[in-house]
């Protein structure tokens, strides 16, 4: 349940929905299986997994829920090759070129009877909402899974104002500014990963992983014009992970003196341990993201 990831959303409006009101609205979507001809389906499943129905669990007014999608897949190659063949027996029983309207539309029925027989994947992203510190929190390392998530949730409670922490900053500034003159806060440690990208269009990558960022070959990259748009670094000996230019944390790991704090703590069965791992993540994580928010000057923080 630890999340790995974190796309950040901040609420323009308090949250003012309870976890009950939440929930009974995310029964209006729950996840149901895709049907024979369905290629994908989404809705709601309980956090807990198989130990609960509940599509919401609450704890110390943070609020963790879990969206799961399945979706139906046909390999492109199967697709290619039987459109291929019906075309071809198509025109030449009628001795006519097809126009791509009609091969369009034959494609279509050709997935549409495939559907029933196609293999069936699914994933679950979570995401909390901390409705006193203004945040919604998704594990989700791409945009378009965590936006995924708020468009359906937002169907679901009929409002959702939120906006991505980073979306009218320049973290790269910042974090390049780090790099270049060694002088990153002092609960933070750069680690021997970055990425780094030439201003230009279409500029040149440099990717540096398990380096030595303070070497001169990185401060020759740097002033040569090449921002930082990807950083590896760990925060106040608990957290560790890699920080990209839109402020999304990936590769988020919580370290030694969090896992011992919940190594410490006796449960019972699953539903204790997953109460008792989501209050020290969300605990934390109320201390780290407003100081996220003040290293890089983000308007908003609370």
């Not at 879990?66 to 897949?73: D, G, H, L, P, R």
């Not at 204790?272 to 908003?300: C, T």
Request: charged share 30%.
């Amino acid at each position: 349940m630890w999340f790995k990831n974190l796309a950040i959303y901040r609420f323009t409006e308090p949250f003012t929905l309870s976890p009950e009101t939440l929930e009974q609205k995310l029964q209006q979507q729950p996840f149901t299986p895709c049907g024979g001809h369905d290629e994908f389906s989404f809705g709601w499943t309980s956090p807990l997994g198989r130990s609960s129905d509940a599509l919401l669990h609450a704890n110390n007014g943070f609020m963790m829920i879990c969206a799961k999608k399945e979706e139906k897949v046909i390999p492109s190659s199967v697709i290619n090759e039987m459109l291929q063949d019906r075309i071809s027996d198509i025109e030449a029983r009628e001795a006519r070129k097809l126009p791509g309207k009609e091969r369009t539309r034959i494609k279509d029925e050709l997935i549409f009877e495939l559907l029933p027989r196609a293999f069936s994947f699914s994933k679950k992203t979570y995401a909390y909402i901390d409705s006193q510190g203004g945040w919604l929190v998704v594990d989700a390392a791409s945009a378009k899974k965590a936006e995924d998530l708020l468009s359906n949730l937002r169907k679901c409670i009929g409002s959702l104002p939120v906006v991505p922490i980073g979306a009218s900053i320049k973290p790269a500034n910042t974090m390049t500014q780090w790099l270049l003159n060694h002088d990153s806060p002092k609960d933070i440690v750069i680690e021997d990963e970055c990425e780094l990208r030439s201003p230009e269009e279409e500029g040149g990558i440099i990717r540096c992983k398990r380096h030595d960022l303070a070497l001169p070959e990185i401060k020759n990259h740097l002033d040569s014009g090449k921002q930082v748009i990807k950083l590896a670094m760990s925060w106040a000996d608990r957290l560790s992970f890699v920080l990209d230019e839109s402020l999304v944390v990936k590769r988020l790991k919580f370290l030694d003196l969090i896992q011992e704090q919940a190594a410490d703590i006796e449960t019972f069965d699953e539903i204790e341990q997953f109460d008792a791992d989501f209050s020290i993540m969300s605990a934390e994580l109320a201390q780290f993201i407003p100081r996220l928010l003040e290293l890089f000057n983000v308007e908003g923080n609370a």
